[in-house]
């Protein structure tokens, strides 16, 4: 791997522009790698591709052992883990085998969910008397049903919703197009706020198929702040949540798919993630709720006295 180390600093050197102590410092940290990799090799030099994630793990236990800081730890692993996308790049690798290693103590925060009960009452808290009610309505029926980023729903354009197909058209991350289903609940609502909006409006230009589907009771676009209160204020009448975010919806969303047994591609692919280890932690969170649920219902799940 020494001749690829040696691509991997030129290339840093002269397209990345990096300086001189970011070069000594990968330096040094992937010398150290692939002297610790030939040597579980029986000191026989190794290619690329003969790397696998178990090693890489194995020589992040290996650094604990020998009383590393787990910030020096996570700066050596992110140094592999830039040789490794850099190698997959170059077609060297066909899979990087450091994308699912985690840093020490930096594992991910199982995101917050509503239960389905929860879900189901915030849904119908917002008044449906009002466009503004209706609209909100709409708002987290699209959160919850599709799980959409805030960015993303704010970005909805009218002529981005089939009613016929179900389906919305969603730009999402680096304006990358998916096309999203919707269910019966969240048709009804977007019908009824965009009937209730049509009825509103003075301009017809509000109404135009490119205009936003989400508005101000003066018709401009919602800001994403203005949707983050809104979804707050619902959720303190529900719960007790310390994260009370739009994107809770949409990690409630994600949860709830897996555990009625939903294919993690297929979640996958509705979440417009890139990468499957994104995905991944929610399958950690369907195990911890499936979990509390056998610890609070089986009478074999705790020790009796």
């Known amino acids: 791997m020494w001749v690829e180390l040696d691509r991997f600093l030129h290339y840093l050197i002269h397209e990345r522009r990096c300086s001189e102590s970011t070069i000594v410092a990968y330096r040094n940290d992937l010398s150290q790698f692939i002297e610790y990799a030939e040597e579980q090799a029986g000191n026989y030099k190794v290619h690329p591709r003969e790397i696998d994630t178990a090693l890489i793990r194995t020589y992040t236990g290996h650094l604990l052992k020998l009383g590393l800081h787990k910030r020096s730890i996570s700066r050596k692993l992110s140094a592999i883990k830039s040789f490794f996308r850099y190698l997959l790049r170059q077609g060297v690798i066909a899979v990087n085998p450091a ?7 930096k ?47 704010l970005g909805l354009r009218i002529s981005a919703i089939d009613f016929a197909a179900k ?23 977007l019908r009824a706020y965009l009937a209730a909006r049509e009825e509103g409006m003075h301009s017809h230009k509000q109404n135009e198929h490119s205009s936003p589907v989400f508005i101000s009771p003066r018709g401009e676009p919602l800001y994403p702040l ?77 020790r009796k006295p």
């Open 107 to 153: 594992g991910r925060r199982l995101p917050p969910v509503l239960s389905i009960d929860e879900a189901r009452q915030l849904m119908e808290l917002p008044d449906s008397d009002s466009v503004e009610g209706l609209r909100d309505r709409a708002i987290l029926e699209l959160l919850y049903g599709c799980g959409l980023r805030l960015s993303e729903l």
């Open 99 to 105: 994308e699912p290693v985690r840093s020490p103590g």
């Open 167 to 189: 389906t919305l058209r969603v730009q999402g991350k680096g304006g990358k197009e998916r096309i999203v289903p919707f269910g019966p609940p969240a048709e009804a609502a």
């Open 226 to 302: 203005a949707v983050q209160r809104m979804v707050k204020k619902y959720m303190l009448q529900l719960s007790e949540q310390k994260q009370l975010s739009p994107h809770v919806l949409r990690h409630t969303f994600a949860t709830h798919l897996l555990d009625n047994g939903a294919d993690l591609l297929a979640v996958k692919e509705l979440l417009g993630h890139e990468s499957l280890s994104t995905t991944q932690i929610y399958t950690h969170v369907s195990r911890e709720r499936l979990k509390e649920v056998y610890r609070q219902a089986h009478p074999r799940a705790t």
